[in-house]
C-alpha cells in the first residue's frame, strides 16, 4: 500500500503525520510473533487490496439504516459513510458544547487550543496501527465538552460501509475532551451494509479531566466481512469516572485495545464486555489500566459466549506503579462455550510494583450449571430457551451498568437474538 | 395418577432406588420419611426427570403414560413438580421474569397464547399474598441471597403460580421457622384439591401436624420398607428408624 503519495504536506499537524508514517513503515503490520498479537493474525486481512480512501461520496437515505441508530431517544448524532462525513444524517451542535467534526477541529484556528493540547498526546507514538490511523485519519468525531456541562442527550457515532467500493480500510480518529466536572454519554457504531470487506483501524483519544464522567458504548455487531481494529486511549485525572461498555457480536475480527492511564487521584475505571460470537467470528479483547498514582479503582469485567468455531482472546493487562499505593484493581474474565470447537485463550497479566494494593482476577471457561438447567427446565422451561435464560442471566451483570435504559433494552434485545430465542419475558 | 413400578435407578453404576412401588391417587397426600441416604431426594429427582440418575428397571407412569423419555420440562407440562431440597440461584433473572417465562412456555406447549399481562399480574398478586411474600421480594434475582426460609417459601410460590397436579415437596420443612412452616403449608392446604396429589418428602412428623397425609411410607436403602396410615408417622418421632432398619434387614 502506497500511502505517502496520499499525505497532505500543507494540514498543521504535518509534523505529527510525518512521524507517524516513519513508525509505521518501521515496524508494519504486527506479526502473530509478537507476544500482543499471539492469538490474532492479520495475515488474511493484508492479502486483501483495500483502498484507503473511497474514489466516490456514496450517499445513505435515513431509512435504509434508521435501525442502526438509538432512533427510540433523541441524540446527537455523527455519521460518517465510507469514511466521509454525511451533514445530511448528522446532527451536530456548538450550543455550549463542541459536537462535530475531526477535519475542522484540526484546521480551523478555534479549536487550535484544544488540538495542541490533547490532540495525539495520549494515543501511542509506538504502536503501529495507532502510528497508521494518526498518518492517514482524515476524518472522525470531534467532541469538546467545557467545565460543568453536559449535553443535552447522548452522542451516536456511527461509520457505516456502502460497498460501493470493492474492499475500503477505514481510519476513523475521535478526539473526545471532557473538562472538569462535566459529563457525557456516548454510542459508537460501525457497521457495513453489504458483503463487501471492510477493514476499520480506529483510534479514539478521551480526556477526563478532574471530576468529569464519561460513558462511552461500543457496540460491534458488524457484518461478517467487516474487520475491526479499535484502538482507545483514556487519560483521566483526578475523581474522573470512565466507563467503558464494549458489546462485541457481530464481525469478521474484532481486535480491541482498551487503554486507561490514571494520571490522578481517586479515579474509577470500569471496563465492561459482553462477546456473543458464532461461526467463524473472532474478537480480541486486549485491555490495559496503568494505575499511575495512589487511591485509584479499576474495574473489569468481561463475559464471552462462544458458539460454532468462534474464538476469543481476553488479555487483560494491570499495571500498579510503585507510587500507586490503596490501588483496587479488579478483573473479571467468564467465558462460557457452548460449541466443541470453540475456544478462548484468556490471560490476566499483573505487575504490581505497589505493596499496599489490592488486586483481584478470575477467569473462567465452562459449561453451563446442570443443576441450574435442570431446575429451569423442572419448571417447564424448555431445554434451548433455559440456555438462553442463563446466558442471558450470566451476560446481564455486565449491563446492570448500561445507563442509557433504551441502549439496554437495545442491548438485551440484540442478546436474545444471538442466542436465537424469544424468551417469555420484556428483555 | 401416578404409578410407581418396580423403580430401580442408578448414579454412576451406585444403584440407589432398588425397587420402588408406589401409587398415588388425585386428591390424596402421601409422605415419604426415611433416614438420610435412604434415597428420598433420588426418588423426587427421578419422578422430575433429572437425568443424572438413570433408570434401570421399572417405570413411573403418569395418567398411564410411561415418563421413560418424557423431558423435565414435558413433565411439568404434564403437571409434575418438584419443590427443591436446594432451590438454585439464578442471578440476572428475577422471580416474576421466571414465573411469566415458565408459565408462558407451559401455554405454549399446550397451544395456548402467552397469558395477557394484566391477568399474570393479578395471579402473581394473589399467589404472592396467598404465601404472605412482599411484592419487592418478587423483582429479586431469583434465590440469589435468599435465606433458607425465602427459598422455600418461593418454590411453594412457584408451586401455587404453576398449579401442577403432582407435586412433590423435598424437605420444604427444612430450614423453616414455625411461622414460616405454618404459611407454606397453609399454602400447600390451599393449593389441594381432589384433582392434584402431593408427596411430602420429610425427616420429620413437625410438618404432618400441618398438612396431614392419607399414606406413610418408609423408605429405606432404596425401597419402601413400610407403609400406613399418618399414625405411623408418630410412630417414626417416637422410635426413630432404627427398629425398622433392623427389620427390614430380618
Not at chain 1, 467487516?226 to 487519560?235: M, Q, R
Not at chain 1, 461461526?279 to 462462544?306: A, F, M, R, W
Not at chain 2, 454412576?12 to 412401588?21: A, F, S, V, Y
Amino acid at each position: 500500500m502506497a500511502f505517502e503519495n496520499n499525505v497532505d504536506v500543507e494540514h498543521p499537524v504535518h509534523d505529527v503525520r510525518t512521524a507517524a508514517i516513519k513508525n509505521f513503515e518501521e515496524k508494519g503490520f504486527p506479526s502473530k510473533k509478537e507476544e500482543a498479537w499471539k492469538y490474532t493474525s492479520l495475515n488474511s486481512l493484508q492479502k486483501i487490496d483495500f483502498s484507503i480512501f473511497p474514489k466516490q461520496e456514496n450517499t445513505l437515505e435515513y431509512k435504509d439504516v434508521k435501525r442502526y441508530f438509538l432512533h427510540e431517544i433523541d441524540s446527537y448524532k455523527i455519521v460518517f459513510v465510507d469514511g466521509i462525513y454525511s451533514s445530511y444524517l448528522s446532527e451536530t451542535t456548538h450550543d455550549g458544547v463542541d459536537i462535530c467534526l475531526m477535519s475542522s477541529a484540526l484546521t480551523k484556528p478555534m479549536y487550535k487550543q484544544v488540538i495542541d493540547v490533547y490532540f495525539n498526546k495520549i494515543a501511542s507514538k509506538d504502536e503501529s496501527l495507532t502510528s497508521l490511523n494518526t498518518a492517514f485519519s482524515r476524518e472522525g468525531a470531534y467532541i469538546y465538552i467545557p467545565k460543568n456541562k453536559m449535553p443535552k442527550k447522548p452522542i451516536e457515532i456511527l461509520h457505516f460501509s456502502t460497498g460501493n467500493e470493492a474492499s475500503l480500510m477505514l481510519q476513523p480518529r475521535n478526539l473526545v475532551v471532557v473538562e472538569e466536572n462535566a459529563e457525557v454519554q456516548i454510542i459508537e457504531r460501525h457497521q457495513s451494509l453489504t458483503k463487501n470487506e471492510v477493514l476499520t483501524n480506529a483510534v479514539t483519544e478521551i480526556y477526563a479531566a478532574k471530576s468529569a464522567i464519561v460513558d462511552f458504548y461500543k457496540i460491534q455487531n458488524d457484518a461478517s466481512t467487516a474487520s475491526l481494529i479499535d484502538n482507545t486511549y483514556i487519560d483521566q485525572k483526578d475523581k474522573s469516572v470512565v466507563k467503558v461498555h464494549t458489546f462485541s457480536f457481530g464481525g469478521k475480527l474484532t481486535r480491541n485495545n482498551l487503554n486507561f492511564y490514571q494520571n490522578g487521584e481517586f479515579i474509577d475505571s470500569t471496563m465492561k464486555g459482553v462477546t456473543i460470537l458464532g461461526e467463524k467470528q473472532h474478537v480480541d479483547h486486549h485491555t490495559l489500566v496503568h494505575h499511575i498514582e495512589p487511591n485509584c479503582e479499576s474495574h473489569q469485567d468481561y463475559k464471552g459466549i462462544y458458539g460454532d468455531s468462534s474464538t476469543g482472546v481476553f488479555n487483560g493487562k494491570i499495571i500498579v506503579d510503585k507510587i500507586a499505593q490503596k490501588t483496587n484493581a479488579f478483573q473479571q474474565n467468564n467465558n462460557i462455550l457452548i460449541s466443541d470447537k470453540a475456544s478462548i485463550n484468556t490471560k490476566p497479566q499483573l505487575e504490581i510494583f505497589a505493596d499496599d494494593v489490592k488486586c483481584s482476577h478470575g477467569c473462567t471457561i465452562g459449561q453451563l450449571d446442570e443443576d441450574a438447567m435442570f431446575y429451569l427446565r423442572s419448571r417447564g422451561i424448555p431445554e434451548k430457551e433455559a440456555r438462553a435464560l442463563l446466558m442471558y442471566a450470566f451476560a446481564n451483570n455486565v449491563l446492570s451498568s448500561v445507563r442509557i435504559p433504551e441502549l439496554k433494552a437495545r442491548i438485551n434485545k440484540l442478546i436474545a437474538k444471538k442466542l436465537g430465542v424469544n424468551l417469555g419475558f420484556d428483555l | 395418577m401416578l404409578k410407581i413400578k418396580n423403580l430401580h435407578a442408578s448414579v454412576e453404576d451406585k444403584e440407589i432406588l432398588r425397587g420402588i412401588n408406589l401409587e398415588v391417587k388425585a386428591g390424596e397426600v402421601h409422605a415419604i420419611m426415611g433416614p438420610n441416604g435412604s434415597g428420598k431426594s433420588t426418588l423426587a429427582s427421578v419422578i422430575a426427570g433429572k437425568d443424572e440418575f438413570e433408570v434401570t428397571e421399572g417405570s413411573i407412569e403418569l395418567y398411564g403414560e410411561d415418563l421413560e423419555d418424557i423431558s423435565p420440562e414435558e413433565r411439568a407440562h404434564m403437571g409434575v413438580f418438584l419443590s427443591f431440597q436446594y432451590p438454585v440461584e439464578i442471578p440476572g433473572v428475577s422471580v416474576t421474569n421466571f414465573m411469566k417465562t415458565a408459565i408462558n412456555e407451559s401455554r405454549k406447549a399446550k397451544g395456548l397464547e402467552d397469558m395477557p399481562a394484566k391477568e399474570m399480574l393479578k395471579l402473581i398478586r394473589e399467589k404472592s399474598e396467598l404465601l404472605e411474600i412482599d411484592r419487592k421480594f418478587l423483582s429479586r434475582s431469583l434465590n440469589e441471597g435468599f435465606s433458607g426460609g425465602e427459598k422455600k417459601r418461593n418454590e411453594i410460590f412457584q408451586m401455587a403460580m404453576l398449579e401442577p397436579k403432582v407435586a412433590i415437596l423435598d424437605e420444604t420443612d427444612s430450614g423453616l421457622d414455625i411461622d414460616a412452616l405454618r404459611i407454606v403449608a397453609n399454602g400447600v392446604n390451599k393449593l389441594k384439591s381432589k384433582d392434584n396429589a402431593v408427596i411430602l418428602i420429610t425427616h420429620y412428623q413437625r410438618l404432618l401436624e400441618y398438612i396431614v397425609p392419607d399414606f406413610v411410607h418408609v423408605l429405606h436403602n432404596g425401597k419402601i420398607v413400610k407403609s400406613g396410615g399418618k399414625e405411623l408417622a408418630l410412630e417414626l418421632e417416637e422410635k426413630g428408624y432404627d427398629w425398622l432398619k433392623q427389620e427390614a434387614t430380618v
